[in-house]
């Protein structure tokens, strides 16, 4: 069997900067060293280009390949209500932007390209980004908004939430 680890990236400095290049948090930096015990027998880690899931994937494991397709969401010209809208139409785009759809669909081909690379009974860790994961997770998933002022939400499978 091949073994396939997703994890959001650690937590990110609070800083005003471009997205892809926001820094991992001293908090963050020390979060993800503690989860290096984890993923000891891996053998692989595939992370998004962005700083903060760089530095995740480097506090983890020395066997990185950096995968484009594994970056975030590109949200474009966001406004007030997108957040709400993204969930309830998956086709919904900001403009110069994606939708959920097109980013569940960039999302399963790099997968499915990592999963094709790899052998049976190998493990390997993916780290990217909350939308990009919970996008690919609608492949199989079913998302429910439960307090969309303060963008939570739940996700289930086969009727069993497997995450909130």
């Known amino acids: 069997m091949k073994t396939i680890y997703l994890m959001r990236h650690s937590i990110p400095k609070k800083i005003n900067l471009e997205t892809s290049v926001i ?24 992370t998004s280009p962005y700083t903060r899931a760089l530095e995740t994937a480097k506090q983890i494991s020395n066997k990185i390949e950096i995968m484009y397709d594994l970056q975030e969401r590109i949200i474009g010209e ?10 309830l139409d998956y086709d919904y785009v900001n403009k110069n932007g994606e939708s959920l759809n097109q980013v569940k669909k960039r999302m399963k081909i790099v997968i499915d390209k990592i999963l094709k690379s790899i052998n049976e009974g190998e493990q390997v860790l993916v780290v990217s980004h909350a939308t990009a ?3 690919y997770l609608l492949n199989c998933c079913q998302i429910i908004i439960t307090n969309a002022s303060e963008k939570s939400r739940r ?10």
């Open 78 to 87: 966001a406004h007030e209500d997108f957040w709400l809208k993204q969930y």
């Open 155 to 164: 996700i289930t499978f086969n009727n069993d939430v497997i995450l909130k």
């Open 133 to 135: 994961i919970c996008a």
């Open 23 to 46: 820094p991992l948090s001293t908090d963050g930096l020390k979060l993800a060293e503690s989860k290096r015990a984890l993923f000891l027998n891996i053998d692989y880690c595939y």
